[in-house]
T-cell receptor, first 115, second 115 residues
């Protein structure tokens, strides 16, 4: 069974540009959530999608957006990049169910560097 | 208040010895799940073990066990027979309720296994 796939693995962008990151969940998983990891702030929740609907959103500016497609693949977009957006972006895939059975598996992440 | 607290920024352990990584959590939701993830330098978050709030017994997965003390709100990870490959960051995480796939993460513990 394939794991969570994130593309690209590494990305270098210039301030002011925009970027799109992709996450393909484990087959059969309908929930995808996104996290930003930085040395200063640690791991912070961005948003979660289930069946193409955003269910939950973290405390990030509107420059951060996302979507989910009918095949459960998700993309996140960051517009007008700032230096502080440099981070490891991780997505997690879950088969949404009761908490007791809701394991979550992460991808390898996309390391974004804004210069 | 912090949802997840990991008080050990770094720890050393001798190869083949056992080590305990501490985690305390804060929630008023009776239904929650507690997770431990390992993050090597490559960045991928590797799922290790899960404990549900209603589980009566402590979770175990191979060399990993979770010492769940509900009244004290602690969920410590015990790694038995440490191996050099266990050197990594370890994150404790929590998810609350039935309706959200949002993780709260601790700040992590950097474990170094000495030969």
């Amino acid at each position: 069974k394939a794991g969570v796939t994130q593309t690209p693995r590494y990305l270098i962008k210039t301030r002011g540009q925009q970027v799109t990151l992709s996450c393909s969940p484990i087959s059969g998983h309908r929930s995808v959530s996104w996290y930003q990891q930085t040395p200063g702030q640690g791991l912070q929740f961005l948003f979660e999608y289930f069946s193409e609907t955003q269910r939950n959103k973290g405390n990030f500016p509107g420059r951060f957006s996302g979507r989910q497609f009918s095949n459960s693949r998700s993309e996140m977009n960051v517009s007008t990049l700032e230096l502080g957006d440099s981070a490891l972006y991780l997505c997690a895939s879950s088969f949404r169910d009761r908490v007791a059975h809701a394991e979550a598996f992460f991808g390898q992440g996309t390391r974004l560097t804004v210069v | 208040a912090q949802k997840i607290t990991q008080t050990q920024p770094g720890m050393f352990v001798q190869e083949k010895e056992a080590v305990t990584l501490d985690c305390t959590y804060d929630t008023s939701d009776p239904s929650y799940g507690l997770f431990w993830y390992k993050q090597p330098s490559s960045g991928e978050m590797i799922f290790l073990i899960y404990q549900g709030s209603y589980d009566q017994q402590n979770a175990t997965e191979g060399r990993y066990s979770l010492n769940f003390q509900k009244a004290r709100k602690s969920a410590n990870l015990v790694i038995s027979a440490s191996q050099l490959g266990d050197s990594a960051m370890y994150f404790c995480a929590m998810r609350e309720g039935y309706n959200f796939n949002k993780f709260y993460f601790g700040s992590g513990t950097k474990l170094n296994v000495k030969p």
